[in-house]
């Protein structure tokens, strides 16, 4: 790659002297002998033009020495990046790496992609209170967004289990990657249906209640995985205490037309309910009235279980139109009890034409005759005239309800809707109107015109290639058979019980969950415990302080006042490197023509070790750096290559020392605190300070490039571990936060672990992080373009403070106490 140059004097930039590249106000940047022989205007003696873009732009009183440098370019500019671009251009004849990973992904990146902003935080429900009968809950949702922000909401457990434990075993996977596994468990189809459920909340205008998002249990050890829905106290039940006002034609027009604008706006998304009783519509905070899907779906919830014989039928307000009914049997085709069309849109308009008759005659018991008749002849053997049995049943019941309504209607201002309600309430699906006719008929009560263009004022067309029904399709609510399986939730600190009992699926969609999970089977990556194999190593006699790899060796520091050598192969302990008086603070190994291992310890004593396959040691080099009362020894160290030797310590500068005679070549000072991190990467150092801060310097002169800055409120917290990995930085603190930048400017700040956060290590795939809370949190790095996602995959669990950490060819080292814990996976 060429270098870049000064588009005046077309010369090449450099780290120091006239032609280091400065940046304008305006963004273009020039070397500075350029800038200091651009035109003065007369008039404004402090202003030039930019020769990129002709604006003009103020040069400080200094000189263009004070304006700030351009990193990015000076990284071209080094002589480190020239030569690491050689080395990494494609090669034809390379071979792909062959080590595995550290972990297989609870998830696929389809999934992830579809479902991670669907996935409630961990801590966003509280407050939470099961309720008898059906195994849902109420409970308080605070979520970052606004819009949700303080709202109730109401809690149904879907009919999956994440097949990965919470508290069992040393490896613990994350509770998205439990979340997500369960999504896994309930197959494509009820994946697509939930999917469309939350899709359908989001994207309808008005008349649907919200579907918040999915949540799980953080601390149950195996946890249901709940749909979290918008909650509200009134409901159109409520109107059904007392017999409707018949003259009162406003209010009843006004809510049977909103009854049917939120059924339209449902169907407009494929989606069709099943059944709609008058509690399945509530009243929001303004008065009107909207569909609250989390009753549609407990409501076919109840269905289910009064089809399975688990609970009475005589005493509940539960109906369904015929077609319903049969398919939820199972064993009956449309055709043996005489229907030309199956579940479809005319399902709801049946429905709803019950509820809107429920709300006239003012009983709730409306449907329960022909729903128990229908219940009791699926209880016997069908016979040759089944559906005929069905059908005279059917028409009873519709002749008597139609009676009671033409008795209450005639001769008043609703008398027009006998018609349409009659229609709807035919037994042939294909012969009821659609929801817009009923609709338009009550419109034209208020209106006084009957006029079908004046139907749906957002002209929603429904789909008729594709509908999807809530109470008979894959996204099934938790079974009755697993009522022995009880889960805790917190609620204000205490824990309820809850047993989860709720639909029972019909014997041909038990047959399809049943291969449909096999099929899963097969081809899942299951993030298992058994497949996350350890070796531990009773390293030292005293906290082990850094870790590190290199001349075909693993190395490890102590407060013992030792390292150790140990082969990567069989981790037997190769020589221990003795010297140092005092404790050891950092380490750091070059790989080259001859391995070297550098230490440094709490009394300034930095020693230089040769590397050999000998069990000598051979000590090369070592000295001591000034010592004072405030000084705290060595903090951190790093090499660049083989030219210069980095240190931090309780002095507040960094010092360069050379690697060809072990001199010191220069003193960077700047931080107002310990230096307890370094690293290099693209020709720059970067340091990070107890202070906060992080600062980057140039390899070539050591002069201070810039300082990176963060917008998060707040005081800043002691930096304690700092890693580069190409353009990224990420820095761990104190109070648990890990801090992303790209290309030098903030990216994100993110909380991961309670406490102070003592080591991290970052590669292109994966950032590990260790510290005061005993645990190791392991997390999927991606970025793209637009930006960076940290995804919590797993965590370690251990008995003391994590210490140090090394990810090396998918084995992932620990330093914990006075041992070292490797970890792999089995493949």
């Not at 210069?644 to 072990?662: E, I, R, T």
């Not at 310097?697 to 571990?721: A, C, Q, V």
């Not at 645990?775 to 940290?790: A, G, H, K, R």
């Amino acid at each position: 790659m060429e270098p870049p140059e000064c588009p005046v004097c077309l010369q090449p930039y450099e780290f120091a002297g006239d032609s280091v590249p400065r940046v304008l106000p305006c963004g273009h940047s020039t070397c500075e002998s350029c800038l200091c022989a651009l035109p003065r205007r007369p008039a404004a003696p402090s202003t030039v033009r930019c020769p990129a873009c002709n604006i003009l732009v103020r040069i400080p009183d200094l000189g263009p020495s004070a304006l700030p440098k351009n990193i990015d370019l000076l990284r071209f500019c080094s002589p480190d990046y020239r030569s690491l671009d050689r080395e990494t251009s494609p090669n034809p004849n390379s071979k792909p790496n062959p080590y595995p990973i550290l972990l297989p992904l609870p998830w696929t990146e389809d999934l992830y992609a579809k479902w991670k902003d669907l996935v409630l935080p961990h801590d966003s429900i509280s407050l939470v209170t099961f309720e008898s009968g059906l195994g849902t809950a109420t409970a308080s949702l605070y979520c970052s967004s606004s819009s949700h922000r303080n709202r109730k909401a109401i809690l149904l457990p879907l009919d999956t289990l994440s097949s990965f434990s919470a508290k069992r075993g040393r490896l613990r996977p994350s509770y998205l990657a439990r979340v997500m596994n369960s999504l896994q468990q309930m197959g494509e189809d009820g994946m697509n249906q939930l999917r469309l459920l939350m899709n359908a909340s989001s994207s309808c205008r008005r008349g649907i209640s919200s579907v918040f998002g999915l949540w799980m249990d953080p601390e149950e050890e195996i946890s249901r995985l709940f749909i979290v829905c918008e909650r509200f106290e009134k409901g159109v039940l409520d109107v059904l205490t007392e017999k409707m006002n018949i003259n009162d034609v406003v209010a009843f027009s006004m809510m049977a037309m909103e009854m049917c604008e939120a059924v339209m706006a449902l169907h407009s998304e494929c989606f069709v309910c099943g059944c709609l009783l008058p509690d399945c519509f509530v009243f929001d905070e303004h008065g009107h009235c909207i569909l609250d899907l989390s009753r549609v779906l407990v409501s076919g919830k109840r269905i289910r279980l009064m089809m399975s014989g688990c609970t009475s039928v005589s005493d509940s307000a539960v109906f369904a139109s015929p077609e319903v009914v049969i398919s939820l049997q199972g064993s009956l085709s449309s055709s043996d009890c005489g229907f030309d069309d199956f579940v479809g849109y005319g399902s709801d308009v049946w429905s709803l034409a019950c509820a809107i008759a429920m709300i006239l005659l003012g009983d709730a018991m409306l449907g329960n005759e022909l729903f128990q008749r229908f219940c009791d002849n699926f209880a016997r053997d069908p016979s040759g005239h089944f559906k005929e049995i069905l059908f005279d049943h059917y028409e009873v019941w519709k002749e008597n309800l139609v009676s009671k309504l033409e008795a209450l209607l005639l001769e008043t201002k609703l008398e027009s809707l006998l018609q349409v309600l009659t229609s709807s309430l035919s037994y042939q699906p294909q012969n009821r109107p659609q929801v817009k006719e009923l609709w338009s008929c009550i419109r034209s009560l208020l209106t006084k015109t009957q006029v079908a263009s004046l139907a749906a004022t957002d002209s929603s067309e429904v789909k008729e290639n594709f509908v999807s029904c809530l109470i008979i399709g894959d996204m099934c609510l938790v079974l009755p058979e697993t009522n022995n399986l009880s889960t805790k939730l917190a609620t204000g600190g205490a824990l309820v019980e809850h047993f989860n009992i709720g639909q029972v699926c019909t014997g041909r969609h038990m047959v399809k969950c049943m291969k449909q999970d096999e099929v899963d089977a097969e081809h899942s990556e299951r993030l298992d415990v058994n497949d996350f194999n350890s070796i531990s190593i009773e390293a030292h006699h005293d906290c082990i302080t850094a870790l590190a790899i290199g001349g075909g060796y693993l190395f490890s520091a102590s407060f013992d006042k030792t390292i150790k050598m140990w082969f990567l192969q069989d981790f037997s302990l190769v020589q221990t490197l003795k010297g140092h008086e005092h404790k050891i603070m950092a380490m750091v190994v070059i790989d080259g023509a001859q391995p070297l291992c550098i230490s440094g310890d709490s009394s300034s004593g930095i020693f230089v070790w040769r590397i050999s396959n000998s069990s000598s040691q051979e000590l090369l080099k070592s000295w001591y750096e000034h010592d004072d009362w405030r000084y705290s020894g060595i903090h951190s160290l790093v090499a660049s290559g083989t030219s210069h030797l980095y240190s931090g310590g309780g002095d507040k500068s960094v010092k360069a020392w050379s690697l060809q005679d072990y001199s010191l070549s220069c003193v960077m000072t700047g931080h107002k605190s310990t230096v307890s991190s370094l690293a290099v990467s693209d020709g720059v150092l970067y340091s990070g300070s107890w202070d906060g801060t992080i600062r980057l310097w140039s390899l070539y002169d050591h002069s201070l490039l810039s300082e990176l800055s963060d917008n998060t409120t707040g005081g800043s917290y002691p930096l304690l571990s700092l890693s580069v990995n190409h353009h990224l930085v990420i820095s761990s603190y104190e109070d648990g936060c890990v801090k992303v930048w790209r290309n030098d400017m903030f990216v994100k700040s993110i909380k991961i672990q309670k406490g102070a956060i003592f080591a991290l290590h970052v590669d292109s795939k994966w950032m590990c992080t260790g510290g005061w809370d005993m645990t190791v949190s392991i997390q999927e790095l991606i970025e793209d373009e637009l930006q960076v996602d940290v995804r919590p995959v797993a965590s370690l669990i251990f008995d003391s403070v994590i210490t140090s950490l090394l990810h090396w060819h998918g084995k992932l080292f620990v330093g914990f106490s006075n041992k070292i814990k490797v970890f792999h996976t089995s493949s």
